[in-house]
């Protein structure tokens, strides 16, 4: 990368699989699955999209460049990506 971009960072992705990432370059994420199934109602599932957004990293672990080990285990073709 030849900026960062983080500060001004807005995306979050949803997995197929009901996951909620809140950075590309970081291993932080919200599992939406138990909100969705808890309650017939938004709010829970509100809440826990609110939690994962509060949480969202300040910068990402990407090592581009660094000649070590990526520092993240996923693809990004995991979150489409």
């Keep these: 990368m030849t900026h960062t971009f983080c500060e001004t960072c807005n995306r ?3 997995s197929a699989t ?3 990432y809140t950075c590309l370059g970081q291993e932080d994420r919200t599992d939406l ?3 969705l199934r808890g309650s ?3 709010e829970h599932l509100h ?3 609110d939690a994962g957004i509060s949480g969202k990293p300040k910068g ?3 090592l581009i460049g660094c000649g070590g080990m990526p520092a993240l ?3 990004m073709s995991v979150l489409g990506g």
Aim: glycine fraction near 4%.
């Design 47 to 49: 809440a826990a999209i």
């Design 40 to 42: 017939e109602a938004d």
């Design 12 to 14: 979050v992705r949803v």
């Design 73 to 75: 285990a996923r693809h």
């Design 60 to 62: 990402h672990d990407f």
């Design 18 to 20: 009901g996951v909620l």
């Design 33 to 35: 699955k138990p909100a």
